[in-house]
Every structure is written in C-alpha cells, then in structure tokens.
C-alpha cells in the first residue's frame, strides 16, 4: 500500500535549510528561514516568556485536558490583544490551535462547514505559499486578487479592488492583517477603510491571518485597520499566531477568532470549531497557550513583553534602513528604496531565479527562490557583504 503514494515536492524551505547547513563557507548568510534572530543570529526566549514559565512549573497541579476549544482565558487574553475593547460589545467563538498554520486550515475548514461548495476563497498574489496549498488539499476553490505592485514595490489597490469586486456574494477574502508575507507591503488605513467598504456591498466575508501582530508598526497599530472592519462587517475569521510576536515557535501557539452576528451564531461557530479540534487533533496544546495568557493578564510580564517586541521591530526597521542605502551607494539608484516602507519580517527584492542562483552560488548568500528575504537574518556586520552580493548579480 505505501510503495504507491505519489511522490511529494520536498518544501523549498526545508531544501534551502539543508543546502544551507551543508554550505562549508565561514561567510554564508542565510535569509531564507522564516523565524526572527537577534544581532547574534539567534532566535531569542522573551524574558517574559521565562518568567511565564517559572510561574506555571511553581504553580500548575495538573496536565490533565483542556475543553476541545482550548482554555477560554487563552481565548479572551487572544481577543483583548486583536480586538481591543470590541471584545467587550461583539460576540465572537474562539478556539486554541496548533500554531498559526493550525488556525488557518481550521479557519478554513470552518468555512467549509458552512455550505455552499461552490464558495471562493480569494486570496491576495503574492500569498504565504501554505494558503494555497492547503485550500487545494482540502478542495475549496480558489481565485487570486491582485495585490502587490513590483514596479513600485507597493500595494496595487486598483487592481485589488477590482478583482474582489468580482468576487461572488458568500465568497471569502482573505486578508494578511499586517507584514504581508511574502512581500512585506502592507495596507494602509485608507486602504483597509476601501476594502471594508467594497467587502460590505458585494456581501463578502474577511479572512485575516494575522501572524506578526507587533512586528510591522506596534502591537496596537497592526491591527487598527482590523478592528474598524470586524466593527463595521457582521462576521469575520481571524487566524492568529504566537510563534513571532512571542517567540514560540516550538510550541505551536495559535488562535481562530471568528466575530458573529449575535449569540446564536457565536455558540453555532464555537460549537462547530471545538468539533473540528475533535476531528482532528482533539485537545489543542495549552502549555504555550498558558504562557501567553499569563504574560498578558499581568502588568508587569506585559510591559516587559512589550518592550522587547518593541525593540525587535525596531532593529528590523534598522536592517531595512541599512540594506537600503547601502544599495542606493553601491548601484546609485533608489531601486531597493521600497524596502524602507515595508513591515515585519519579509520583502521581495525583485531578483530573478537566476540571480538567486548566483547569490547562492557566489556568495553563499541564500534566500528563497522567488527573492523573499528575511530582514531579521541580517546584522551590521553582513548587511554591507549582502548589498554587495546583491549589486553584484544585478
């Protein structure tokens, strides 16, 4: 029976971290590897996250289950974050993931549930390559809208607006509530005030994965488009993850939050993703989950939490700023000046393949095939090598 399963593509990621690993050169510079590092090249642990988890190994009795959902403190510390005081006046189901992956395929097989096999979901060109990949294995269709302008390495909101105008009454818009991976080009708040708008006249319901809350301009202004729309539209789906904003990458932290119409359709759609959890893996993982609902629910490890997402964000910034101009000095041209108005981790540069290759080949300077970088890989000491690397091959 196994000989015939058909072959699968190894990840590409996954390739680029061996070829990667298996690259004898001292000088080599990996930009490929979706996960923030520090000045040291290491991903760090949240002195809040250790003082967090001090606390459960002093004070936790047990390691018996949670509820289907996950724990429904988890749920309202997730919601306050993303929702602010919507979370007091809007009804909303909620439940407790494996990561951020885990909350997208739930999210999407939620509006599954939900009938009408022939419903779309739409998502943005680029998108996180799993959107797709995850959609095409659960069989929902799909069409893509188009968002990111190369040319100017900005959004291309005509061109958004008219293909979701397009877009059938039920059909779903997915949306990267901020730092947009791959490109690193976000909305802006006229642009997120446009698109609740059009949302709101061709009946469409928003999907927002929202994966780097406090990475692109701080923890409240990532969402601020966010909230006026889940104010302004009866129901919308939010996958969220904490593997970014804090740092737990391997405990699988993640959360969907779906905002309804009224109690009757929160309980319906809470009902429906804690059967979902049942399907599939049960009982959601709760030791990070525990760790994020205690950083938040205390002043302290909040303001702690905070302070150093925010200086995160702020050495990205500085990365971009740096890789910038040392672009501008070395080609003479503002050609890579986009990447100063881009946010989070991520940003294409606009290489082609073969200029990869030889990035990879050359100088040992690796990135995903299609140009996206991450900014968080690099340091004062390899931003001038990797614009060197990068003039080079143009």
Known sequence: MLESLPPREEDKILRLMKL??????????DLGVGVYRDSGGRTPVFSAVKQAETRLVETQESKGYVGLA????????????VLGDLAETIPYAACGTPGGTGAVRQGFELMRLAGNPQRRIWLPDPSWINHGSILDTLGIPRADYRYYDAETGGIDLEGMLADIGMAAPGDVVLIHGCCHNPTGADLKAQDWAALTRLLAERNLTPFVDLAYQGFGDGVEADVAGL????????????????????????????CVLAPCTDARARDLTHAALAWLNRQNYAFPPDHGARVVTTILSDAGLRADWQEELDGMRGRMKANRTALAGELRRLTGSDRFGFLQ??????????????????????????MVEDSRINIAGLTDATVP?????????L
């Open 227 to 254: 909230r006026d729309m889940v104010a302004a539209l009866p129901e919308t789906i939010i996958t969220i993850s904490a593997s970014k904003n804090f740092g737990l990458y391997r405990e699988r932290v993640g």
């Open 341 to 366: 108005s881009h946010r989070g981790m991520f940003t294409l540069l606009g290489l082609t393949t073969d200029q990869v290759l030889a990035l990879r080949r050359d100088h040992g300077l690796y």
């Open 20 to 29: 990667f690993a298996d690259d004898p050169r001292v000088g080599k510079v």
């Open 385 to 393: 090598l990797a614009a060197e690397a990068i003039a080079a091959v």
């Open 70 to 81: 996950g724990d429904p403190a988890f749920h309202r510390a997730m919601a306050g974050l």
